[in-house]
């Protein structure tokens, strides 16, 4: 009987792009889901080629696998931040054609920027358990049935149907209809406008007055240690940021996939701005600052 040829090459070709989507969505961040993708591989190519055989899906198994290691990193990850300085915030993507130091290849370049990557998103996703997190990202995002989420998460499918559920009800709490995207991409640019201006009327009707702005720094650079609320108060904020970076450049970006601002230095992004919209008005912003987190947007 002739044997199966050796999955391993194929199995890579075909599903390194959805185990790196995956862990992305699962971790927020490109380098943890890269860590988490290598070490899937590195379980399968230490198995040997009568134990791969015997897997009947290599696509699944892998998927398993990778999945209890992002729920493993979410667990120790909670404990991680708590020592964590400042406010975490997830790692932010260009678009791929707009990666300064893009490759053929690069995992950046395998991420596909839809409605689950937006920051507002993730941000949600970070209040959520690492099993209900787990559980709704594989069902709602990736249609995994639910006996199968139960294999990774390790409790019962009707357990993973609850914990997506309540998932559900933290993403529908926390959600308000956002502007059309040509409409976000026109209030950033008149918010960018404004604050190149420094023109405090202006950005302070561009605001929600109940906005909130939060910034990661990592405890590497300064910024913000907690969020601050109101327009005036962001307002304040922003322009005494403008003038501590002084000879900055502020440009209109896509970050993870919708129009964000970012702010360079002598050609150095050291700051990405993502903007939630909601009824014609800036609702959140998100200020990336940890220059670990920066990584893609900076030329190599």
Same mark, same amino acid.
């Given at each position: 009987?002739?044997?199966?040829?050796?999955?391993?090459l194929?199995?890579?070709?075909?599903?390194?792009?959805?185990?790196?989507?995956?862990?992305?969505?699962?971790?927020?961040?490109?380098?943890?889901?890269?860590?988490?993708?290598?070490?899937?591989?590195?379980?399968?190519?230490?198995m040997?080629?009568?134990?791969?055989e015997?897997?009947?899906?290599?696509g699944?198994?892998?998927?398993?696998?990778?999945?209890?290691?992002?729920?493993?990193?979410?667990?120790?990850?909670?404990?991680?931040?708590?020592?964590?300085? $400042?406010?975490?915030?997830?790692?932010?993507?260009?678009?791929?054609?707009?990666?300064?130091?893009?490759?053929?290849g690069?995992?950046?370049?395998r991420?596909?920027?839809?409605?689950?990557?937006?920051?507002?998103?993730?941000v949600?996703?970070?209040?959520?358990?690492?099993a209900?997190?787990?559980?709704?990202?594989?069902?709602?995002?990736?249609?995994?049935?639910?006996?199968?989420?139960?294999?990774?998460?390790?409790?019962?499918?009707?357990?993973?149907?609850?914990?997506?559920?309540?998932?559900?009800?933290?993403?529908?709490d926390?959600?308000?209809p956002?502007?059309?995207?040509?409409?976000?991409a026109?209030?950033?640019?008149?918010?960018?406008?404004?604050?190149?201006?420094?023109?405090?009327?202006?950005?302070?009707?561009?605001?929600?007055?109940?906005?909130?702005?939060?910034?990661?720094?990592? $405890?590497?650079?300064?910024?913000?240690?907690?969020?601050?609320? $109101?327009?005036?108060?962001?307002?304040?904020?922003?322009?005494?940021?403008?003038?501590?970076?002084?000879?900055?450049?502020?440009?209109?970006?896509?970050?993870?996939?919708?129009?964000?601002?970012?702010?360079?230095?002598?050609?150095?992004?050291?700051?990405?701005?993502?903007?939630?919209?909601?009824?014609?008005?800036?609702?959140?912003?998100?200020?990336?600052?940890?220059?670990?987190?920066?990584?893609?947007?900076?030329?190599?």
């Amino acid at each position: 009987m002739p044997t199966r040829p050796d999955a391993g090459l194929s199995v890579i070709m075909s599903e390194r792009q959805h185990l790196i989507n995956l862990g992305y969505r699962l971790l927020g961040s490109l380098a943890d889901a890269e860590d988490v993708v290598q070490e899937t591989y590195a379980r399968w190519y230490a198995m040997s080629r009568e134990e791969q055989e015997a897997i009947e899906s290599p696509g699944a198994w892998l998927t398993k696998v990778a999945g209890r290691l992002c729920l493993n990193v979410l667990t120790s990850a909670r404990v991680r931040r708590e020592t964590y300085v $400042g406010e975490w915030l997830p790692e932010p993507l260009p678009d791929r054609t707009e990666w300064m130091g893009a490759r053929p290849g690069d995992p950046a370049d395998r991420v596909t920027l839809d409605e689950s990557v937006n920051m507002a998103f993730l941000v949600v996703l970070e209040s959520m358990t690492p099993a209900e997190r787990v559980a709704f990202i594989l069902h709602d995002v990736f249609r995994y049935p639910f006996a199968e989420v139960a294999e990774i998460v390790g409790r019962s499918p009707a357990a993973c149907r609850q914990l997506a559920t309540s998932a559900r009800r933290r993403i529908r709490d926390a959600h308000a209809p956002t502007a059309q995207e040509t409409r976000q991409a026109g209030i950033v640019r008149d918010f960018k406008q404004a604050w190149e201006a420094k023109d405090i009327a202006a950005l302070v009707a561009l605001l929600d007055p109940d906005a909130t702005v939060t910034a990661d720094g990592g $405890g590497i650079v300064s910024t913000l240690l907690h969020p601050v609320e $109101g327009a005036e108060q962001i307002v304040r904020g922003l322009t005494k940021f403008t003038t501590l970076l002084r000879d900055v450049t502020i440009l209109e970006r896509t970050v993870n996939g919708r129009p964000g601002l970012i702010v360079q230095r002598d050609g150095v992004t050291v700051t990405v701005c993502a903007f939630d919209i909601t009824d014609d008005r800036i609702k959140h912003i998100w200020a990336v600052r940890n220059p670990d987190k920066l990584r893609l947007w900076t030329a190599s």
